[in-house]
């Protein structure tokens, strides 16, 4: 069984009780810091392997095989389908033709929690993501989005990426 846990945005306490029922499974986390982690393990009383995006993303096959024989659950920070990524993790299950099945339990985001700076959700254009660059990689694309969202009057909500996370 394949889970997604959304963890939701302040700290562990902010688990679902349907996401503290999967976290006491095989754990896979993507998005937490050393301290978060130490944190979650001692709540959940399971280890936690974690996983940057360049690892969800080439190794989902790897994760997805793992979740036909055992209980696999995927934490992330908010809720599962804030990101392309994870959603892209749940097409992949499906596609597999095996019996993984999928398990979501949403959670807050910061799509839902940007609200509270007073701006109004409706006047926001195209979110975008500015990843961390590295010394070979230095993408720009984010520009235009943001330069397209200001000549419309809409705000633009810019997520930060997440540094480099070693995978235990």
């Not at 959670?107 to 979110?127: D, F, I, K, P």
Request: net charge negative; hydrophobic share 40%.
């Amino acid at each position: 069984m394949f889970y997604m846990v959304g963890l939701g945005l302040g700290n562990e306490k902010d688990i679902t009780l349907r996401g503290l029922e999967a976290a006491y499974t095989s754990l896979l986390s993507f998005g937490l810091s050393s301290d978060g982690l130490s944190t979650l393990e001692k709540l959940y009383g399971k280890s936690i392997t974690l996983a940057d995006r360049e690892i969800v993303e080439e190794k989902a096959d790897d994760i997805l095989s793992e979740a036909r024989g055992s209980h696999v659950a995927f934490l992330v920070i908010g809720d599962p389908f804030g990101a392309t990524t994870h959603s892209d993790l749940l097409v992949r299950a499906k596609k597999m033709g095996v019996d993984v099945k999928v398990v979501v339990v949403h959670n807050a985001s910061v799509m839902n929690a940007v609200g509270v700076c007073g701006l109004q959700l409706y006047r926001y254009g195209e979110t975008i993501s500015i990843p961390f660059f590295s010394e070979t990689w230095r993408p720009d694309s984010f520009y235009e989005k943001i330069q397209r969202n200001r000549k419309l009057g809409l705000h633009t909500l810019c997520l930060l990426g997440e540094p480099l996370i070693f995978t235990g």
